[in-house]
């Protein structure tokens, strides 16, 4: 899709154009009906999305590459590299696809989403939280024991001191960063001199091999309106690029300054050093990252397109003005904005209720629906929507290609 | 508990006096180790829930069963009986404690939750939601072939034609109830004629037996205030009471009028005809519940104690006035109150963020924590919190005492 100006709606709108192929009998093919239509990993029958019993959760693998690409090609031409984040989507089999294209490892926020990536063959791997008891200290160095291309973050002497027990109890090296605080104080240690003295702690500990820093702003991600976002995480990202000038000053390793994420995919390079962003959501997009807007569009943030959804069918349509559907918070989450009607207008869905969608028309809705009728909603918030389901179906021009286990589903310890 | 006039912040800070064991030497089972020391389904070592690796979710086994128990004895005074929702929980266990302790049987949302349940041995369910499509329908036929205590709910009538073709084709006949609208228009027939009219049709059509009716007025149970409460949910049960008196004077069924939630367990028994009420969140309770009042303190609903909670560890504690847990919407969802950390006061939680919670200090905090402690919180709302893990520690006095699968976490379809 061309980077021209387009309003939320008509972005929106625009992405249902790709449903060309619905079959005249729905049949509705529950979770392990699809899974016996797989023979070695391969199908043996079209199914459409529209068939799958709801609801599901999906991802259009054509869109999903399209973003992978755009990315690559992007901080490829900021000079920078991408490590994207496996937070969002938990799916070993997209992690490799950005391996794949050229990303240089993955990130997991939890020691457990760790050891799932690695499971399934992953082994370029940056933790980005602190393991800070001696039970997730522990499964972090066997981790480290037989994936030599984990790395895990500190943020304080005491950790960085535990760490290095554990690693030479083990008779291991473990290779750290320095996370550093962008200013939400919510992790990492404070930049300038405070993450130097760690750093150097870091350096003469005989268990730690300092790679670097890493400082994620999460806070700036969704600052509505490119210049204002661009302001924001440069100038919070000002304490990193210090602390950065001083590891390079003290002969500290700076081979690692990782930072960034979606919403600040094209700005972070300016940062001086940094070498790579941790994007998460960039594969599947959704509502929230839609609404924040980008540089050559401000209406809508059209850079990355919407690939993932979930397929909901209408339970009630008796009612005036409104339909009833089977997903609810437990399918969508309550984050806001809510999900959005793939390639419909004049209509708001809400998944406040626990079990149910509410769908309201507008004036000048674009259609009605019946009971039994289906929708596709565009997720409201990539991350936790994705924490909900076992599975995904990966979709091409509308049919099951195949079926992507969320392998690190509920990891969250 | 007596119930007596109690503030919500004495409530909540009173059930935490149980805190009677902590091992000095906190270790910190994961999940596969803790799954390791039972031999045979029995504990083979004491393990305190301070010693769980976390976030992990917890329940008190002592105030769970005191919750069924507190159920079990109004109800009976009231005349009525319970049949506890199994989309709270999830968990076929506790469905059967539920049973044992005399509820006529368990409610679900999704026919995948019903026959999750029916796989792990509960008899008597009855499915709250209308299956639609052919696949949601020929499932729960299935169902209902095994499974001589599974009723549906049916809202239309031609879903009731659709019904009872799939039952007549596999040589049953089916049970059903009526699901009459309490006014939410999310689900349900129009209570009075339109009722009347879907109820003789079941009654007429070969593959179905009509059982009665439901009515579940989802948006009375959160209202605050007694009184308000009461008078909205008995206005609103009007409809189906009419609608009760219409099967009555033609001679139809109403073995079944099932109504009702944990937060008008002890009103809607006022309701002529009532046989029942579909309470789910009462086992657990939750931060939602607790700021409804109950009929003998205003202050805070205590009729039931909050059994469930979260385990979660400080991660950082190195900025003045809060500190970040690993517990963030993953494992507590954005529900709204936040979670509330047992047992402590003067402190606000947030789990706003995907992985991390932020505890922030007020003045007069009774305490603060350093990194590594842990903390227990009281879930913001039960339902969708439950269904973000695939088990939860039973806890007595502290000690793990089983683990609990949650056989229908995400079985939302």
Chains 1, 2 share one sequence.
């Not at 093919?29 to 999305?49: H, I, P, R, T």
């Not at 904005?337 to 028309?361: A, C, I, N, R």
């Not at 507008?362 to 991350?383: N, Q």
Request: proline share 3%.
């Amino acid at each position: 899709m061309p980077k021209q100006s387009m309003s939320r709606r008509r972005f929106l709108q625009s992405t249902g154009a790709a449903a060309i192929w619905l079959p005249t009998s729905v049949r509705g093919y529950s979770s392990s009906e699809m899974q016996a239509l797989f023979v070695d990993g391969v199908m043996q029958q079209d199914v459409s999305k529209w068939e799958l019993d709801t609801p599901a959760l999906c991802v259009d693998i054509d869109l999903l590459e399209s973003n992978i690409a755009t990315m690559q090609s992007t901080t490829a031409a900021n000079g920078i590299a991408s490590r994207p984040h496996a937070k969002t989507h938990k799916t070993p089999i997209i992690a490799q696809m950005q391996l794949d294209s050229g990303s240089v490892g993955i990130c997991t926020a939890k020691v457990s989403e760790a050891e799932a990536m690695f499971q399934h063959g992953i082994e370029q791997i940056l933790m980005t939280t602190t393991n800070v008891t001696a039970t997730k200290i522990r499964r972090a160095m066997n981790l480290r024991e037989s994936c030599s291309g984990f790395i895990q973050a500190t943020d304080s002497p005491e950790n960085a001191r535990l760490l290095s027990a554990a690693a030479v109890a083990k008779g291991l090296v473990a290779d750290v960063v320095i996370d550093v605080d962008p200013g939400g104080h919510r992790t990492g240690i404070t930049p300038g001199q405070p993450a130097l003295r760690l750093a150097q702690l870091v350096d003469s500990l005989p268990g730690l091999r300092l790679r670097g820093l890493l400082c994620y702003d999460g806070g700036s991600q969704h600052v509505k309106g490119f210049a204002a976002r661009k302001q924001q995480t440069l100038e919070r990202l000002m304490g990193a690029t210090e602390t950065y000038d001083l590891f390079q000053g003290s002969g500290l390793s700076t081979e690692i300054f990782s930072g960034g994420g979606t919403g600040t995919y094209n700005i972070d390079h300016d940062t001086r050093g940094l070498t790579d962003i941790q994007v998460g959501s960039y594969v599947f997009m959704d509502a929230q990252y839609i609404d924040i807007g980008g540089e050559s569009n401000a209406e809508a943030y059209t850079d990355f397109q919407p690939s993932l959804t979930i397929m909901t069918t209408v339970l009630n349509a008796q009612y005036q003005g409104r339909a009833t559907t089977d997903a609810g918070a437990k399918a969508c989450t309550i984050n806001r904005p809510w999900p959005v009607v793939k390639g419909e207008s004049g209509m708001s869905y809400t998944s406040g209720s626990d079990e149910f969608g509410s769908l309201v028309y507008e004036a000048g809705a674009s259609r009605t629906y019946k009971v039994g009728d289906k929708l596709e909603l565009i997720v409201s918030h990539c991350d936790p929507v994705v924490n909900l389901y076992n599975q995904m179906y990966a979709i091409r021009n509308d049919r099951v290609e195949a079926i992507w286990q969320i392998a690190a589903r509920g990891m969250s310890a």
